[in-house]
């Protein structure tokens, strides 16, 4: 029986519209988002010139804490494995980088790489015996580590490389020669300049084949396993380089504060990095800086709100934000984009 031609046309037509259209759409998208980072650029450029030290002092810890909820977001968000301890990697590179400058006078800038190195093997390692558990089971064992490395921090058998209860305080360092910036300014540059390699290296990583292997453990572990897919190998080099990032920003944040004490890397820690990955959007990377914004300055405002009830004030908050952005900044910056795309077309 033959068919009318008319009646292939609308379909043929649709077609052709979306053909076009998915095209237009995706070319719109990588637009916003190039302005996007652009415009983020120039504002993150201009902030020590616009602002006193103090306040260039605290974004500059907000990237620090940006970089670390980077990591656990290709932990977590990219890979589906839940964790409570990446306050004992920031602890772990903050020492590292402590040590080597006021123990082997090693400059500021090598103790990166160092720390990174060491929290790598660390969290790979970690991550070994740690295949067996999953869900609330590998919640319990990163808890556990974040409870027991502020006291492995004070025993008196590493007390001579710790400094104990005492802690280690380090000198800030200086801009090189040649660059008219104080201490503040010079290291806010370069925490954003490491920040920034971080994150392309990291959207560099979700994109390649590896990427897509750790997602594929996320969604169905079984059908990644029955594609060839290493699952052991895959989920401890998640661990290591979760923990290579979560490392680094201990680095960083010990050189920015000059002092390291283990008080300082509580589970509180941990459960701050935590709610800034949820903040931001969980297994979307820009996210990271918003949650690293809500985990530095949330707290401070809920203090100047009421001192005695900071934290009531700070549970409100939250509570109000999970509930006006349940998939975080992530769902937001999406709803926002797309009723753009809405109305430009």
Same mark, same amino acid.
């Given at each position: 029986?033959?068919?009318?031609v ?6 043929? *037509? ?18 916003i ?6 415009? %983020? !650029?120039?504002?993150?450029?201009a ?12 974004f ?5 804490? *940006?970089?670390? =909820?980077?990591?656990? +977001? ?5 890979? #589906?494995? %839940?964790?409570?301890g ?12 402590? =040590? ?14 160092a720390?990174?190195? =060491? ?10 015996? *740690? ?25 008196s ?12 305080? =380090? ?8 660059? $008219? ?5 010079w290291?806010y540059?370069?925490? !954003?300049?490491?920040?920034?390699? !971080? ?32 699952l ?11 923990a ?5 920003? #201990? ?6 504060v ?14 701050? %990095?935590?709610?800034?990955l949820?903040? #931001?959007g969980?297994?979307?990377? $820009?996210?990271?800086? %918003?949650?690293? /914004? ?5 707290? +401070? ?8 009830l900071?934290? *009531? ?29 809405? /109305?430009?077309?």
């Amino acid at each position: 029986m033959a068919v009318p031609v008319e009646s292939t046309l609308p379909s043929t *037509a649709t077609d052709a519209v979306q053909t076009v259209e998915m095209p237009r759409v995706a070319r719109r998208g990588g637009s916003i988002a190039f302005i996007s980072g652009i415009v %983020f !650029l120039v504002v993150a450029i201009a902030i020590p010139l616009l602002f006193k030290n103090f306040l260039v002092f605290q974004f500059t810890q907000m990237l620090v804490y *940006a970089i670390a =909820i980077l990591g656990l +977001n290709l932990l977590t968000g990219i890979n #589906g494995q %839940f964790s409570l301890g990446h306050s004992a990697f920031y602890a772990l590179g903050a020492y590292t980088a402590a =040590i080597l400058m006021d123990q082997f006078s090693v400059s500021y800038v090598w103790t990166l790489p160092a720390a990174g190195v =060491i929290c790598f093997v660390a969290g790979f390692l970690f991550g070994l015996p *740690a295949l067996r558990l999953e869900g609330i089971y590998l919640a319990l064992a990163t808890f556990a580590l974040a409870i027991a490395t502020p006291q492995i921090l004070k025993l008196s058998p590493l007390e001579h490389w710790t400094g104990g209860v005492q802690g280690i305080v =380090i000198i800030k360092p200086d801009a090189p020669p040649g660059i $008219p910036l104080n201490q503040d300014q010079w290291l806010y540059y370069f925490t !954003l300049a490491v920040g920034l390699l !971080l994150y392309i290296l990291a959207r560099n990583l979700v994109k390649s084949r590896s990427g897509r292997a750790l997602m594929a453990i996320r969604d169905n572990p079984i059908a990644a396993r029955s594609m060839g897919v290493n699952l052991a190998l895959y989920k401890s080099l998640a661990f290591g380089t979760s923990a290579l990032y979560t490392g680094i920003a #201990g680095a960083l944040g010990a050189i920015i504060v000059q002092f390291v004490a283990p008080d300082s890397f509580t589970l509180v820690l941990s459960i701050a %990095f935590l709610v800034g990955l949820v903040v #931001g959007g969980v297994g979307w990377l $820009p996210g990271a800086i %918003f949650g690293g /914004a809500f985990v530095l300055f949330v707290p +401070n405002i809920a203090e100047g709100v009421s001192k005695g009830l900071s934290g *009531a004030v700070y549970g409100v908050i939250l509570i109000l934000l999970i509930y006006l952005m349940p998939t975080g900044a992530a769902g937001f910056v999406r709803s926002v984009l797309s009723r753009i795309e809405r /109305a430009r077309s």
